[in-house]
């Protein structure tokens, strides 16, 4: 099986501070056929379905606040908040494509509270 | 912009089955993919499979083969969820999305559908 890491499992930052998301694969997620990353972010509130923010790795959503942004490539990725606001308060999870097993795999997830 | 809505919770004994459905509004039904993803209580999410109407493909993740069916009925726009011999641990809200093909990730999510198994 695939398996997602995020670290850490939960984070406090203040507002308007920089907040920082890991997410690491056990496989490579990178399509050498197309050199894209199969590897999306979400971001989930109480009660809520989550919501889409990064895919591609690093391609914003349509309506993501560009505070938001997603780097990496291969096995290890990040998502970055550039100044939190009391808004992204949430739950944030990753998730890949693995084609080979048509597996779709989200790591464990990462609460994100204000500091 | 696509809009999922989804049937409401349900309370079903263990070694029943429950059939959740989500219709669809919005674009183009039979074009994309839709996926089922549950969430346990307090637990991450968990993809189960999918229907690609237009390609008359269903894909299940391997731990609910042989117990769980999707299927679409495109002249309503609406995907339906059937999972069998339920058990506690499946107990969970189980969500429809968008994706999966042709795109890998979910940009549209229905509201979920909390199925509580007890006795």
């Known amino acids: 099986d695939i398996v997602m890491t995020q670290s850490p499992d939960s984070l406090a930052v203040s507002l308007g501070e920089r907040a920082t998301i890991n997410c690491k694969s056990s496989q490579s997620v990178l399509n050498s056929s197309n050199n894209k990353n199969y590897l999306a972010w979400y971001q989930q509130k109480p009660g809520q379905p989550p919501k889409l923010l990064i895919y591609?790795?690093?391609t914003r959503e349509s309506g993501v606040p560009d505070r938001f942004s997603g780097s990496g490539s291969g096995t290890d990725f990040t998502l970055t908040i550039s100044s939190l606001q009391a808004e992204d308060v949430a739950v944030y999870f990753c998730q890949q494509y693995y084609s080979p097993l048509l597996m779709y795999t989200f790591g464990q997830g990462t609460k994100l509270e204000i500091k | 912009q696509v809009q999922l809505v989804q049937s409401g919770a349900e309370v079903k004994k263990p070694g029943s089955s429950v059939k959740v459905s989500c219709k669809a509004s919005?674009?183009?039904?039979?074009?994309?993919?839709i996926s089922w993803v549950r969430q346990a209580p307090g637990q991450g999410l968990e993809w189960m499979g999918r229907?690609?109407?237009?390609?008359?493909?269903?894909n299940y993740t391997q731990k609910f083969q042989g117990r769980i069916t999707i299927t679409a009925d495109k002249s309503t726009s609406t995907a339906y969820m059937e999972l069998t011999s339920l058990r506690s641990e499946d107990t969970a809200v189980y969500y429809c999305?968008?994706?999966?093909?042709?795109?890998?990730?979910?940009?549209?999510w229905g509201q979920g559908s909390l199925v509580t198994v007890s006795s």
């Open positions: 229907i690609i109407p237009i390609l008359a493909r269903v």
């Open positions: 999305a968008k994706g999966g093909y042709p795109l890998f990730s979910f940009d549209y």
């Open positions: 591609w790795a690093s």
């Open positions: 919005g674009g183009t039904f039979s074009s994309y993919a």
